[in-house]
T-cell receptor, first 110, second 115 residues
Framework: EDKVVQSPLSLVVHEGDTVTLNCSYE??????LLWYKQEKKAPTFLFML????IEKKSGRLSSILDKKELFSILNITATQTGDSAVYLC??????????FGKGTRLSVIA | GAGVSQSPRYKVAKRGQDVALRCDPI?????LFWYQQALGQGPEFLTY????????KSGLPSDRFFAERPEGSVSTLKIQRTQQEDSAVYLC?????????????FGPGTRLTVL
């Protein structure tokens, strides 16, 4: 059975801190790994990763995939209160739709 | 439209009632997905359409759940004889391409509460 595990489950940091969120996976026929940010309702797309070692970057957020060790990290630098959200990791494999982890709840306090 | 829209945003049903949840995907998106998200959990797959064809319904928890997308655009998820365990947020997502996997864009969800 495909499995996606995120850690930590929750995290509290102060504004300006840098955080690293982890996502490990066990799937057959891996195709891609996606990161989403979920604030109120709709998960909003952040990154899609398909190749090992290539960093994707958007502003203060960046992510990288290690297909050998089967994990990805999402980094957020200089955190702001607006970064507070649940960050979801999902994996697409073969002909199955996305399998999600439980998410990491990030709280950034001023 | 600009994004995926869902209606209603909130639905309260008495146990045993039937409900219908609507999803309008991004215009031109071939694939449409339904997910169920319980409190504190990640979304879990329910069913998937490519155009009007339902290609995978393996995630539907029981035969009380039924989904359709008759014209390959709008989709409806119907839950018959609702039970308290059906209470969750139901998310719809669409993607442009007909092949998996592809970036999925989510709607705001419908929060269903069954009393």
């Amino acid at each position: 059975e495909d499995k996606v595990v995120q850690s930590p489950l929750s995290l509290v940091v102060h504004e300006g801190d840098t955080v690293t969120l982890n996502c490990s996976y066990e799937v057959t026929n891996f195709r891609s790994l996606l990161w989403y940010k979920q604030e109120k309702k709709a998960p909003t797309f952040l990154f899609m990763l398909t190749s090992s070692g290539i960093e994707k970057k958007s502003g203060r957020l960046s992510s990288i995939l290690d297909k050998k060790e089967l994990f990805s990290i999402l980094n957020i630098t200089a955190t702001q209160t607006g970064d507070s959200a649940v960050y979801l990791c999902a994996v697409g494999s073969g002909n199955t739709p996305l399998v999600f982890g439980k998410g990491t709840r990030l709280s950034v306090i001023a | 439209g600009a994004g995926v829209s869902q209606s209603p945003r909130y639905k309260v049903a008495k146990r045993g009632q039937d409900v219908a949840l609507r999803c309008d995907p991004i215009s031109g998106h071939v694939s449409l997905f339904w997910y169920q998200q319980a409190l504190g959990q990640g979304p879990e797959f329910l069913t998937y359409f490519q155009n009007e064809a339902q290609l995978d319904k393996s995630g539907l928890p029981s035969d009380r759940f039924f989904a359709e997308r008759p014209e390959g655009s709008v989709s409806t998820l119907k839950i018959q004889r609702t039970q308290q365990e059906d209470s969750a947020v139901y998310l719809c997502a669409s993607s442009l391409m007909g092949t998996l996997p592809d970036t999925q864009y989510f709607g705001p969800g419908t929060r269903l509460t069954v009393l």
